[in-house]
């Protein structure tokens, strides 16, 4: 009976590393008992070993996962301020690049065009504006008679003509750009007439006139003609204190200014983006220091 069991052959069941390992005993012939316990411990061994180098290359690989992760977000953050600094340089590029083209534009423009004039600032002789045009015939009471216009003013101007005939507010150009000398011919004639004291009270001295920059008009209606008297009490007129800004011109010569008598007819380009301030704050041309009014030649034409 002892015979037949050793003969038989028995499983024997050992667990190495967490994994089950079955190895058959077997009887008379076979492996001896030592031998079987010597390879159960061969075993043993190897699983251990295993499990050993296979710990070993997880804790070798999560080292240089964490490690790759450092150098990855090292190099995300170095990343995101390298672009930051580019932004900031493409910005002062920018800035640069905007400042040298209004620069460049500003140097093609008569400064001129937004001094003061009426007894402060003096226009020389030889002052003619960049570039002069012929107002639409359409748009002046005197057929016969060519005037001119700057040349970056009369798209400004014609629409403010043709819109104020729409809106039933008609208005005319009596008087547009004088040179020097027709400034000084003008004056003279109306100091004979009038009398140096009267003429100085409402017409300037050639070199001090608005109509030499180009940019200056003296408006009328069709009615009142080449009589300014009631200017005033015009639809035409009424039409400009409301909408004469959108186009960039102003009044230069309220009631009560210092310079010259009332001339509700006179209207002044001064740009869009000036003429709407002035409007807006209720103030006129004369009333803002120069340095300030200087600001806005820029974008006169724009």
């Not at 390992?21 to 031998?35: C, E, R």
């Not at 070993?49 to 690989?61: A, G, K, L, N």
């Not at 150098?71 to 900031?88: F, I, K, S, Y």
């Not at 001094?115 to 570039?131: D, I, M, T």
């Amino acid at each position: 009976m002892v015979k037949k069991i050793l003969e038989m052959e028995v499983p024997l069941v050992y667990v190495a590393g967490g994994v089950a390992v079955v190895v058959l005993a077997v009887g008379a012939g076979g492996y001896s008992d030592y031998a079987v316990r010597a390879d159960f411990a061969k075993a043993k061994q190897d699983f251990a070993s295993s499990t050993m180098q296979f710990e070993s290359t997880i804790t070798d690989m999560s080292t240089k996962l964490a490690d790759a992760e450092t150098e990855n977000t090292t190099l995300h953050e170095r990343l995101h301020d390298e672009v930051d600094r580019n932004n900031e340089y493409g910005q002062k590029v920018e800035s640069l690049v905007s400042t040298v083209a209004m620069l460049d534009k500003l140097s093609k423009t008569d400064r001129e065009l937004l001094q003061k004039y009426s007894n402060v600032y003096f226009l020389s002789e030889n002052f003619v504006p960049a570039s002069l045009t012929n107002i639409d015939s359409q748009y002046t009471l005197n057929k016969n008679v060519t005037l001119e216009i700057h040349a970056q003013i009369k798209t400004q101007l014609e629409r403010l003509l043709h819109n104020a005939t729409a809106d039933n507010a008609p208005l005319l150009v009596l008087s547009a750009y004088r040179s020097f000398g027709t400034q000084a011919n003008l004056k003279t004639s109306y100091k004979i007439t009038y009398g140096a004291g009267t003429a100085n009270s409402f017409s300037a001295d050639q070199g001090y006139s608005e109509h030499q920059l180009g940019s200056t008009v003296d408006f009328t209606t069709p009615q009142g003609g080449e009589s300014l008297a009631a200017f005033d009490k015009s639809s035409g007129f009424t039409w400009l204190q409301q909408h004469a800004h959108e186009y960039g011109f102003i009044l230069s010569y309220p009631k009560g200014n210092k310079y010259f008598t009332y001339e509700p007819w006179h209207w002044r380009y001064v740009g869009v983006e000036l003429a709407t301030k002035l409007h807006a704050d209720g103030k006129y041309f004369y009333d803002l220091d120069q340095r300030e009014i200087n600001t806005y030649l820029v974008k006169i034409f724009d």
